[in-house]
C-alpha cells in the first residue's frame, strides 16, 4: 500500500537558517503530493502541493520539488522564521485530493 | 475554502466510555472524512462520511467502535465507544474543497483516555 517516510523530529534551528524536511514516498501510479502544516492549537493547513513529476510547489517562502525519479517531495526554506515553529506533515494521494496517506510529522522548532 | 469547527476540542474521559465529537463546516460538502492521529504515528484515516448513507470504513476500523451520523451536508459525527487507553488520540474531521481541489481540516479534537 502507500506509505509517506519524513524525517524524524523535533528539528530545532536559529532564526534565517535554512531548512530542510526530508519526505519519501510509495506509491503505486502517479500521486499527489502535499506538505500540510499544523500550529500550534490549529488545524491541518495546506502549505504547498504538486500534482506531477517535476512540478515544484511553493508557498510563504517554503517549496518541494516533486521527485518521480527518487520518489522524494522534501520540504526547504531559505531562511525560517520563529513563526515557522510548527509541525509538518508530508501526504500523499492517489485517489483524488481528500483521501490521504499521511507521514508521521516532523516538528519544527525555530528559536530567535 | 471551508472553515471546519470540531468540538469538544480536547477531553478526559474514563475507560468504558463513549464521546460523540462534532464537525460542523460552514457549506454544504459532499463527502467528510475522519482521521486519528496516536501519539507519534501517522494520521490514518478511519472513515469516509457521505449524506445519506452508512460510512465508508477503512480496514482496522468497524463502525461498532467508531460509529458515524451524517445527518446532512454540513454536520457529522464520530463516536469512540467503549473507550481504552489506546483510544488517546486526535481525532481530526476532514473535507473535500471541490473548488480548490484540497482537504481541509478541523483544529481536531485531543482524547485522553484513563
Known amino acids: 500500500g502507500d506509505s509517506v517516510t519524513q524525517m524524524e523530529g523535533p528539528v530545532t534551528l536559529s532564526e534565517e537558517a535554512f531548512l530542510t524536511i526530508n519526505c519519501t514516498y510509495t506509491?503505486?501510479?502517479?500521486?499527489?503530493l502535499f506538505w500540510y502544516v499544523q500550529y500550534p492549537g490549529e488545524g491541518l493547513q495546506l502549505l504547498l502541493k504538486?500534482?506531477?513529476?517535476?512540478d515544484k510547489g511553493s508557498n510563504k517562502g517554503f517549496e518541494a520539488t516533486y521527485r518521480k525519479e527518487t520518489t522524494s517531495f522534501h520540504l526547504e526554506k531559505g531562511s525560517v522564521q520563529v513563526s515557522d515553529s510548527a509541525v509538518y506533515f508530508c501526504?500523499?494521494?492517489?485517489?483524488?485530493?481528500?483521501?490521504?496517506?499521511f507521514g508521521k510529522g516532523t516538528m519544527l522548532l525555530v528559536s530567535p | 475554502s471551508a472553515v471546519i469547527s470540531q468540538k469538544p476540542s480536547r477531553d478526559i474521559c474514563q475507560r468504558g466510555t463513549s464521546l460523540t465529537i462534532q464537525c460542523q463546516v460552514d457549506?454544504?460538502?459532499?463527502?467528510m472524512f475522519w482521521y486519528r492521529q496516536q501519539p507519534g504515528q501517522s494520521l490514518t484515516l478511519i472513515a469516509t462520511?457521505?449524506?445519506?448513507?452508512?460510512?465508508?470504513?477503512e480496514s482496522g476500523f468497524v463502525i461498532d467502535k467508531f460509529p458515524i451520523s451524517r445527518p446532512n451536508l454540513t454536520f457529522s459525527t464520530l463516536t469512540v465507544s467503549n473507550m481504552s487507553p489506546e483510544d488517546s488520540s486526535i481525532y481530526l474531521c476532514?473535507?473535500?474543497?471541490?473548488?480548490?481541489?484540497?482537504?481541509?481540516f478541523g483544529q481536531g479534537t485531543r482524547l485522553t483516555v484513563v
Open positions: 476532514s473535507v473535500d474543497g471541490t473548488v480548490t481541489r484540497e482537504a481541509f
Open positions: 462520511a457521505n449524506q445519506g448513507s452508512e460510512a465508508t470504513y
Open positions: 457549506s454544504q460538502v459532499t463527502m
Open positions: 506509491a503505486t501510479g502517479y500521486p499527489s
Open positions: 501526504a500523499l494521494s492517489d485517489q483524488g485530493y481528500s483521501t490521504l496517506t
Open positions: 504538486a500534482t506531477k513529476a517535476d
